[in-house]
């Protein structure tokens, strides 16, 4: 008989669930003795332990990290008729927030190592409309901020940075967020600092800016009941800000072992067809997702989906050539850099703790299928 081989996930939360079980619960039974549910002192507390490890005057919590975008858009007076620049190459709602808030994403092509976007490329689109640049720190890889902090000084730009997937990288000596005009991040639970359902959180060194964030996210109120515009709700609960103090004590330690699986990967692909992820010259990657390049990527996958070993196709088309995106123009070859990456990319199973055996066992399973 052959042995069972058990399945690899691509992403295991029950093992960190079951180490925070019993504080989670406790802090549960404290918010509902307390009565305090939203804006409480839980999420008080966080948002300055937050601000304290970005290294940010303000943070602020709100529902999500697509409301993080949103909001960060609208505080910086970023509206209708305005051009965004951003990535094609990342999850939706970086480039949905631009919409959302009457302006237009203008998307330019991404770096071939680090999947981020490239500074050139926002160089050759900026008009007499561009309002802001939209970076995304992709995978948990920084993007390249001291080239682009640059190139938005000299046109008088802001900068939103998407941290959604790059929570605790680095870039110049500085923790991703605390660079441009605002730092936008996502608790999504598969997140490097996840919550167990949905949240977010906005980072700004601005007085101003924290101020109209506070407002908005709460009706546009100025105090109870006098509204000075219109907002919406976007608030970060007291139970996800409890369960996000606990993780935040021991995210240093959660990306250290993220970092830790990824370097068992590359040792092991080392010499072979895969591609693994680039590291940043100047920063520190946070390994949200590990992300390769393959040849015959799909072979692969199948390979790995026979073996019951999870993966992820992040991305598989590019947002300039989504049926949603079809009048801003974009043909295929418009951005090929991009184009070419969503028929290679592949993320692989990675994260804290994760077992070696699966590791090897995911190896395998990816050079077997190459040959």
Known sequence: MHAVTKPVPFLDLSAQYKKLEAEWLDTIRATGIKGSFILGPNTTEFEKEFAAYVGVKHAIGVANGTDSLILSLRALHIGPGAEVITTPFTFFASSEAIDVVGATPVFVDILPDSFCIDPASIKKKITTKTRAILPVHIFGHPAEMGEIMKIAREHNLSVIEDCAQAFGATADGKVVGAIGDTGSYSFYPTKVLGCYGDGGMITTDSDAVNEHVRRLRNHGAVKPFIHAEIGCNSRLDEIQAAVLRIKLR????????????????????????????????????????????????????????????????????GLHLQVVYEHLGYKPGSLPVCEQATTETLSLPAYPGMPLDHIERVCEVVKGALK
């Not at 073996?307 to 992040?314: A, D, E, T």
């Open 250 to 317: 021991t995210i240093k330690n959660d990306i250290a072992g993220r970092q830790q699986v990824a370097a068992e990967y590359d040792k092991r692909f080392a010499g072979t067809a895969v591609k693994t992820p680039s590291l940043p010259r100047n920063g520190t990657h946070a390994f949200n997702l590990y992300t390769v390049r393959l040849p015959q990527r799909d072979v692969v996958r199948q390979a790995l989906t026979d073996n019951q070993i999870g993966s992820s196709l992040c991305y598989p088309q």
